[in-house]
């Protein structure tokens, strides 16, 4: 289900808890019956202004309000978030039990680049066969997000970088990725960006991920700390 379909279907089973039909919405908001009609479809995406007086109405009480109005927003916000971010990060969750039945084309291109004959030897020694690269290299087979990172480490090579190629996501992230309120707080920003100004709204995010990387750097070595 798509955010959109998300953001209707809540908006949907709101008004029908409150027992209305769709035009008693569209009176008490002041929006277009077919407006309102798409929105619920998931068809169309409603405004800000929009979503915070849909709230008001559908709420049972003023604590609700606020906590339906913020489900509203970050259904707005993952809507809104520029695609090219989401196609330059590679945030394509793949669980290790279900992997696909072949690798993304750059990770092959990366992982030819940096594969030597006798990393092979090594690789054979951890399980990850001869043959299974030789799949991998023609389509025919996929590697799970646990072999991805065994020959990224191999290889000495960053981690997480193989696994965005992998698109598997990197476990720097999965935190964030979990953390509603900094995603909405991250979607929000990203949209005071203009379109135009891709380049920055990249930056913008690689700082952030950055930021988060260096942080969970900064707990694990205090955490080798202690135990040493």
């Known amino acids: 289900m798509t955010p959109e379909e998300k ?5 949907r089973q709101r008004r029908e808890e409150k027992g209305w039909m769709l035009q008693e919405l569209c009176d008490k908001v002041g929006m ?22 849909i709230a ?3 709420a049972r ?9 913020t489900q509203l927003l970050f259904l707005l916000a993952q809507i809104k978030a ?3 971010i989401r196609n330059k990060l590679k945030l394509k ?18 992982l030819r680049q940096d594969l030597k004959d006798n990393d092979i030897v090594l690789l054979e020694k951890h399980g990850i066969s001869r043959d299974m690269i030789r799949q991998v290299f023609v389509g025919q ?25 992998a698109q598997y996501i990197p476990d720097e992230l999965r935190e964030l990725l979990d953390n509603k309120t ?29 930021a988060v990387l260096a942080s969970n750097m900064k707990g694990s070595s205090g955490r080798d700390s202690k135990t040493s």
């Open 7 to 11: 953001l209707g279907k809540l908006i």
């Open 32 to 53: 277009n019956y077919v407006h309102i009609s798409y929105i619920e479809k998931g068809i169309r995406v409603p405004s800000e202004e929009a979503i915070k007086k």
């Open 56 to 58: 008001e109405v559908l």
């Open 61 to 69: 009480d003023k604590k609700d309000e606020e906590e339906l109005r």
């Open 82 to 84: 520029p695609k090219e």
């Open 93 to 110: 969750q793949q669980e290790d039990s279900h992997f696909p039945i072949s690798m993304p084309s750059e990770f092959i291109r990366q």
């Open 141 to 165: 087979a996929a590697l799970s997000r646990a072999d991805v990172i065994k020959i990224a480490k191999i290889l000495n090579k960053d981690v997480t970088d193989y696994l965005v190629k």
């Open 182 to 210: 900094l995603l909405m707080q991250l979607f929000r920003s990203l949209k005071q960006i203009p379109p135009e100004s891709m380049d920055k709204t990249i930056k913008a995010i690689e700082a952030i991920l950055n």
